[in-house]
């Protein structure tokens, strides 16, 4: 087993506390059911990443339970077995030096679309706020190796949405660190249900290009403190 630095040691563990508390955000939202999904940090200038353990509940997430890992997905720190997600997180983050959390998902209305291999059109201006349009689906893939995060990859490339649905199994988040990533989650599956409701009363209207435009321009570099 690999050794921590020791100029990473501190921030590791401020990564264990945070990727802990924000897994409590994903049943808090209705994100997950029993022990599917988690959520990664990558720590910022090391090779590593903070990741949820495998099949172990959300009560019993403590900052002493997150596994440490090096971007192959070897466990560095942690005495669980890294999720089953571990190979694909790490890809992402070897792939896309900007990104700094992954979040994964079953969520209800998000999955369902991912069911159907069918994007989430961008109807709605909080979509075209978030996501800068459409919600992607990715290719079926595999559990276990890297196979999800080279569909992650693909997928987003070219695309502004934080978020893919991966065909037949859930959604998966980036962002800029990992309560970004879990943000896109949430509103994941908050534009997606409202997007499915809306369909089951007719015809959608979708925003046109420079609509999306402006109101993603308006968003991401002007909204907020």
């Not at 172990?56 to 999720?83: C, F, H, N």
Request: glycine share 8%; proline share 5%; net charge negative.
């Amino acid at each position: 087993m690999n050794t921590i630095p020791s100029s990473a040691r501190a921030r590791v563990e401020e990564l264990r506390a945070e990727v802990a508390r924000l897994h409590a955000e994903l049943p808090r939202w209705g994100l997950v059911a029993w022990t599917a999904g988690n959520v990664s940090a990558r720590v910022p200038g090391e090779d590593l990443m903070v990741i949820k353990p495998s099949g172990v509940t959300y009560e019993e997430l403590t900052p002493q339970a997150m596994v440490v890992t090096d971007l192959q997905g070897e466990v560095v720190a942690g005495t669980a077995k890294a999720s089953s997600d571990t190979a694909s997180h790490a890809y992402v983050y070897r792939r896309l030096a900007h990104v700094g959390g992954v979040v994964h998902t079953h969520s209800t209305y998000a999955t369902a679309w991912a069911a159907r291999r069918e994007p989430i059109p961008c109807v709605l201006t909080m979509m075209a706020d978030e996501f800068g349009g459409p919600i992607p689906v990715g290719p079926l893939a595999m559990i276990g190796d890297d196979s999800i995060g080279r569909g992650i990859v693909e997928t987003l490339a070219g695309s502004r949405s934080p978020a893919v649905l991966m065909a037949n199994h859930g959604v998966f988040t980036i962002g800029k660190d990992a309560k970004a990533a879990v943000k896109a989650a949430v509103m994941a599956e908050e534009v997606a249900r409202t997007v499915h409701i809306a369909r089951q009363a007719g015809a959608l209207a979708p925003l046109t290009q420079a609509e999306i435009d402006q109101l993603y321009e308006r968003y991401q570099n002007i909204y907020g403190q």
